[in-house]
């Protein structure tokens, strides 16, 4: 089958026209449910104008959404050549505003593109690994709107005190406005995976944040989360002396353990051990 020019097309249609199994490979799970593709876009609100990121497209049920409306310019980040191939077939249809880069997402530099937003039901596989990356320059951007496995997603947004509650939650949480937007049911998806999905909203906040930060503070969160019902202090010790005594001033105890600490008092951690950080290396 042949996709004639008359024809509207769809990612089922593009499916079925350029059959492709999809490749576990690459964590590929197809959204063809256009209802749940239109509602994925109107949470990332007005696109007049704007240029944005897709990674993964597939058949491209999201991204024909996102063309339906009077964006610049988007580009697809496709590793699967078999897609990258098909949309580059197809990519004369729309008017010079779909550009198709064929890489690994994790390996692309996405600043040479410079998007104002990123909007991608993410390869389950990569999701985390691909968001840890953008955390790094999250102030570049002026949203994200994503898809993830739900489990991951609840890691995001969650609080204090709960089991979810961990490094990603607190990295994101320093970086932006994070909320959920709606689950989405496996039903939606070919092939069907076996959880269910969760879109998120992000709002990067307009900080600049250096790399040495972003490092520091991932590695303080990595070192207190390791055990995270554990005593933190013991572990707060490896980066600054006397920790119990900034933990008193915050309120805190010195059973306090990583995951009550809220991210607020997180970051005045951070900046507390990491002025005694450089104060070490240039002393």
Known sequence: MILCD????SAKKIFDSFFHEANKKFGQNFLFDEKINRKIVSVAGDLTGKVIAEVGPGPGGLTLEILKHNIKKIYVIEIDKHWSGVWKSLSQRFDGKLEIIEQDALNFDFQSIAPDMIISNLPYNISTQL???WLREFDLYESMVLMFQK???DRLYAIPSTKSYGKLSVLTQWKSRVAKAFDVEPGSFFPAPRIRSTVVKFIPYKKKFTSDDFLFFSN???SVFM???K???KTLANFFPHPEEL???LGYHRNTRAEEITVDDYMKIMASSFRIYLDNQHS
């Open 131 to 133: 968001l840890f990356k």
């Open 151 to 153: 489990e991951v997603a």
């Open 247 to 249: 933990l008193l001033n």
């Open 6 to 9: 008359a024809e509207k097309l």
């Open 231 to 233: 005593v933190v202090v």
């Open 220 to 222: 303080l969160l990595a």
């Open 227 to 229: 055990h995270r019902r």
